[in-house]
């Protein structure tokens, strides 16, 4: 047997860890325990071997895996992550796997010959050997050796007791026990298990609504059909019914109990129309046709569906992954952050029954774990999750879908900083399956791609029923300034939309990207502003927590009556967020019952889709919120959108702002007549010239983009070239610019053929978290050039001594903030 098995443990150093194999041998892909400095680590077993390392080997602790959790594709895609980004694979791993919350530490303890020879003595001379300890001390270790010399023996070996055990029974301190363990009396192990009990809900499931029903029979009935046929039996028991109603059902076969893994509960809103219900249009047919005979063919392909706002993308996505579970294969669909809603959760479980999971962000660790266990056995061939989905275990997978593919949410902002399109597409090649990107303003990547034909291009431009888009309407707020002398948060001409939307009852929804109720204090003596103790960013004011908030740390401090810095009584709070604007819609339209949806309303899915429902039934008349209203729904009433700022990113140093915004505002500008009132969007902007504002009220993702590439074509930026940002960061401001110094200077004196080094330059937000921060930016057209670039100024870091977590590579960044 192999004697040695390298070991990918999530810590920040770029290796593998070598170890000695015990008695049983790890499985490739298998989660084992080992030794690693003063702890005790999983990490992946990656490959077992007699190749001798030259330093001395600790002993593989445990294995804890009979089979692998990580499949060879998966592993191999881990790698490619690792490589791409610049990322250690253990951490890779510990991402693509969400098992954490199944292993459970342990340390446990067993009597030896010693510590029986030890009480053997002492039971025959009535006193222990004479020693420096107390009468105290040595009364509980001879409980403690009483303890264990009592336990049975099973098969031959007497079992070891875990510490917690002996601790309460024996009172004795840890000192006492590694005491022990030095005079050898009694061994300290590691009995770390994996826990696999997956603890099953029972659900009730509508099979029939058929024949004569008693009242109490009649409600049950109609609540598990309101639900979309299935509803935990808890809750139905909470119903008051009596609780033989259920049992009587299940008997006339109206119902049928199953056992499931605790999943995503159900919602319990009104029933939607099942996603099938009509008949796709021709576009939608050719599209769904051009999926089918992608998947058919069984071999690697992308597809850029390019559908704008309403053009029915949903129903095409479903009916390719019922073709995919009708076929007996697997497929994923990936959702932004927010999409996904218990209400979408009850349509797929009408759609695919038993064989769907659903990985949220709300899921508890232990339910991620069971929903994971539930893919990997095969019992959910159709998997609908948010950006780590994409590592989900399926088998025999024909098709991964990204969603509004172009949504920051699929970026993660920490190690690995993946982003799952990119590995949706890497994944569904290694696997020779289908990768869909969709949306109604993909990426400048993506479509560049598609044009140069590393996907195949197809759109849905009409909406369904041949609904028209929204006309758009621009607001100049500077003449709105010079024709009213003050500085306007709605303009006469949205302010008179709105009345007009409310006096027909009609439905009316305004963005504003931005939280709080004043974005900025401002002290007019000496013209300071209240900032962040931990960030060089200015507090918010929350009108109705009373509180000013730094929205990037979380620090909390008071609303001042006096400037801080000079006591002056002159503070004036300046500028606007959503909770300010709520509130003026009220004084403007007292009799509008408003509502707010941004991240202070809104702590769970819950409350979006309460919200939203609200405005569905038609029990709210004006919606305000920050971009969290402009994504995805589909809430036929609303007929106008007026947009109050939505552009400041505008002003950022940021390459890629002129392609969110364009973004936003065509998705925000899509909420707008999708029933059968055509709808208005009234845009309000200060950059009434610029391109991205333009472009997106006339609908033109065309003539966007073209204008777009030509900027990132001349500035030499994605997808011109492959960009990284390298971030160094020290809570010491002296250590922070010695390091970039350090870089600098190694990236001057070394050539870098075919790349581009920016910086160092102070980080747009030169302080966060209390970490000062200075950036590099590398650019190249070649992306192994730009990585190999990266991997030597990694290098050259460690020989310098600068820690691996103060050196942030970011490839592929999404922001240079
Ligand atoms: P998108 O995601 O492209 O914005 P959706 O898939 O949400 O659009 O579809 C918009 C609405 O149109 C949904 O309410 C959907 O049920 C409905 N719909 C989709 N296809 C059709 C069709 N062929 N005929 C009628 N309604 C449709
Ligand atoms: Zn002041
Ligand atoms: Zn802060």
Known sequence: MPEFCDVALAVPLDMVFTYRVGEIAPVVGGRVLVPFRQQRLTGIALEVHDRKPSVTTKNILRVLDATPVLDEQLLRLGRWIADYYLAPLGEVFRTMLPLGAEFKRTIAYRITKEGRMALHLAGMSGSPARSHRTPDEEAVEFRVLDYLAA??????????????????????????????????????????????????????????AEGKLNDNQQRLIETLAASGGRVPVDTLQSLDVPRTTLATLVKRGLVEIVEEPAAFAVSHSKPRPSPFEFEFNPAQRSALNRLQEAVYARKFSGILFHGITGSGKTAVYLAGMRAVLDAGRSAILLVPEIGLTPAVAADLHQIFGEEVAILHSALSDKERAQQWHRIKSGEARMVVGTRSAVFAPVRDLALIIVDEEHDSSYKQEETPRYHARDIAVMRAKMANAVVVLGSATPSLESYFNATKNKYALVELLDRVEQRPLPEVEIVDMRLEFQETGREQVISRKLAAEIQERLDRKEQVMVLLNRRGYSPVVLCRACGETLQCRNCAIALTHHKREHKMICHYCGYLAPVPKACVHCGSEYVYFLGTGSEKLEDLLHGMFPQARIARLDRDTVRGHEDFERTLNALDAGELDLLVGTQMIAKGHDIHGVTLVGVVGADSALGLPDFRAAERTFQLLTQVAGRAGRGQTPGKVVLQTYF??????????????????????????????????????????????????????????????????????????????????????YHFVLKSPSREKLNTTLRAMMAHAATQKIPRTQVIVDVDALWLM
């Open 151 to 208: 336990e049975e023996p099973e098969q031959g070996e007497v079992p070891a007791v875990s510490e917690q055990t002996l601790r309460s029974t024996t009172h004795a301190a840890k000192s006492i026990l590694s005491g022990m363990v030095r005079k050898k009396w009694i061994v300290r192990e590691d009995v770390s298990t994996v826990r696999d009990a997956i603890p099953k809900i029972r659900i009730a499931l509508l099979k029939s």
């Open 688 to 773: 009434e010239n610029h391109y991205a504002v333009q472009y997106a009220a006339r609908h033109d993702f065309a003539g966007f983009y073209e204008k777009e590439l030509r900027f990132r074509s001349w500035m030499q930026y994605p997808p011109y070239s492959a960009l990284a940002n390298v971030l160094i960061r020290s809570g010491k401001l002296d250590e922070a610019l010695q390091w970039s110094g350090t870089l600098g200077k190694w990236f001057d004196q070394n050539r870098h053929e075919g790349v581009r080094v920016l910086g160092p330059a102070a980080a747009p937000i030169l302080r966060l978290k209390r970490d000062y921060r």
